[in-house]
Every structure is written in structure tokens, then in C-alpha cells.
């Protein structure tokens, strides 16, 4: 099936930025004064908007230090953390080749801000990849599938005629509770048995059968 919408997730399926994503949020809750953080317990909610990733990471922390991490997450991310940040290899061939396809379309939703995707769009000129985008910021979270909602209703693409790609069982679970077929990603964060608890169409295990089989 050649579906008309293709909906990505972000870090961890177009992106290779989890190694910064963990440094960055690790070095976060040192000076937040939480204390020390697994690469496995961050790696865990990525995802996740970014208030519900601290508040499932560090349970039970007071408002003012959950803003003071997400001020030094921040931080380290856009402007400390040198941690390299690209796409998996092969990646902007293959949306080159899908943007071709003058009937399909592709959007992304992701648990970053939109200033951070926006940043990222910028900064890479994918931008115009894409032909509509949605950040935890701006609808809600995942697994939540409100964002999904969103980017059919602008996009007047019928669920049926769209796929959602990515890492986590949070992409996984907001398709699946939309209706929406889905395909996991097992180069990501989230493990494949763990990604076919909610049943995917099926898991790819690298960007070249992803595509391919897109």
C-alpha cells in the first residue's frame, strides 16, 4: 500500500541525536541538583514532550526544580552540549526520493518544542521537507494522538491513508490509538519487542528497508 501521508518521528528515526539528547539531559539534572541519571533512564522517554519526560524521569520533583532542569536542558542543548548531531545516513536521499512522489505527502510530529524544531529545520534546511509539523508544545504530548488528529485534519487526509514512523512505543501507541497503521524503527531507543507490543505493520532495522518498504 502507497499510503498518501507519511507522518515521522523526530530524534531517533530521521535524526541521530539521542547520544546528545542523554548527555544534555544527564548533565541537566546534575545541576538541578537531582542527581545522576542513566544513558537507559533518559533514553526512556525520549519522546515525550518535554515536561512530561521530566516528570516521568525524576517522579515526585517540586515545580521549581523540574523548571530549573528544563532551563539547563535547554542550555546544553542549543548551546553547551557539542555532542554531533545528524541525519542517519541515507536519510536525505530517501526523503528526496519520497518528495517525488507528487501524490504523497510527509509531516512530522515530535515531543520537541517548536522552537526547537523550527531551529533544527533551519539549521539542516529540511524544512521544506515537510509539509506539515506539530511539537508537544503546540497540541499534546504522545502517546496522545491529538497531534496526529491535527495534522490530517489540516493536511484533509483520511486515517486510513496514513502511516506513522518511529522509534518508541509512544509513536507506536498514539498511532494506535488513532487507528493509524504505524512502523517501528528498531535503530532508535526503544527495543524491537517492546516496539511490537502495540503492533506495528511491521519494524524495519535500518533507514534503507524503512524507505525502501515505504
Same mark, same amino acid.
Given at each position: 500500500?502507497?499510503?498518501?501521508?507519511?507522518?515521522?518521528?523526530?530524534?531517533?528515526?530521521?535524526?541521530?541525536?539521542?547520544?546528545?539528547?542523554?548527555?544534555?539531559?544527564?548533565?541537566?539534572?546534575?545541576?538541578? =541538583?537531582?542527581?545522576?541519571?542513566?544513558?537507559?533512564?533518559? =533514553?526512556?522517554?525520549?519522546?515525550?514532550?518535554?515536561?512530561?519526560?521530566?516528570? +516521568?524521569?525524576?517522579?515526585?520533583?517540586?515545580?521549581?526544580?523540574?523548571?530549573?532542569? /528544563?532551563?539547563?536542558?535547554?542550555?546544553?542543548?542549543?548551546?553547551?552540549?557539542?555532542?554531533?548531531?545528524?541525519?542517519?545516513?541515507?536519510?536525505?536521499?530517501?526523503?528526496?526520493?519520497?518528495?517525488?512522489?507528487?501524490?504523497?505527502?510527509?509531516?512530522?510530529?515530535?515531543? @520537541?518544542? /517548536?522552537?526547537?524544531?523550527? /531551529?533544527?529545520?533551519?539549521?539542516?534546511?529540511?524544512?521544506?521537507?515537510?509539509?506539515?509539523?506539530?511539537?508537544? %508544545?503546540?497540541?499534546?504530548? @504522545?502517546?496522545?494522538?491529538?497531534?496526529?488528529? *491535527?495534522?490530517?485534519? *489540516?493536511?484533509?487526509?483520511?486515517?486510513?491513508?496514513?502511516?506513522?514512523?518511529?522509534?518508541? *512505543?509512544?509513536?507506536?501507541?498514539?498511532?494506535?490509538?488513532?487507528?493509524? %497503521?504505524?512502523?517501528?524503527?528498531?535503530?532508535?531507543?526503544?527495543?524491537? *519487542?517492546?516496539?511490537?507490543?502495540?503492533?506495528? +505493520?511491521?519494524?524495519?532495522?535500518?533507514?534503507?528497508?524503512?524507505?525502501?518498504?515505504?
Amino acid at each position: 500500500m502507497q499510503y498518501e501521508l507519511i507522518i515521522f518521528d523526530w530524534d531517533g528515526t530521521l535524526m541521530d541525536s539521542v547520544p546528545r539528547i542523554v548527555s544534555c539531559m544527564q548533565a541537566a539534572a546534575l545541576e538541578a =541538583e537531582w542527581g545522576a541519571l542513566t544513558a537507559a533512564e533518559v =533514553e526512556d522517554i525520549i519522546g515525550l514532550g518535554l515536561p512530561e519526560a521530566i516528570a +516521568k524521569l525524576c517522579p515526585g520533583i517540586l515545580p521549581a526544580q523540574a523548571e530549573r532542569l /528544563r532551563e539547563r536542558y535547554a542550555h546544553h542543548f542549543v548551546q553547551a552540549d557539542t555532542t554531533p548531531m545528524a541525519f542517519f545516513s541515507g536519510v536525505e536521499a530517501h526523503i528526496a526520493r519520497l518528495r517525488g512522489h507528487e501524490q504523497q505527502r510527509l509531516a512530522v510530529a515530535t515531543g @520537541k518544542s /517548536r522552537r526547537g524544531l523550527d /531551529r533544527i529545520f533551519t539549521e539542516t534546511g529540511s524544512g521544506a521537507w515537510f509539509h506539515a509539523s506539530r511539537t508537544a %508544545d503546540e497540541t499534546r504530548s @504522545k502517546p496522545h494522538p491529538q497531534m496526529l488528529s *491535527e495534522l490530517l485534519a *489540516e493536511l484533509a487526509v483520511p486515517v486510513e491513508r496514513a502511516v506513522m514512523v518511529g522509534d518508541t *512505543e509512544y509513536d507506536m501507541e498514539m498511532a494506535r490509538a488513532m487507528g493509524m %497503521d504505524r512502523v517501528g524503527v528498531s535503530y532508535g531507543v526503544h527495543a524491537p *519487542e517492546r516496539l511490537a507490543m502495540s503492533e506495528p +505493520k511491521w519494524i524495519a532495522h535500518s533507514v534503507d528497508e524503512l524507505f525502501d518498504r515505504l
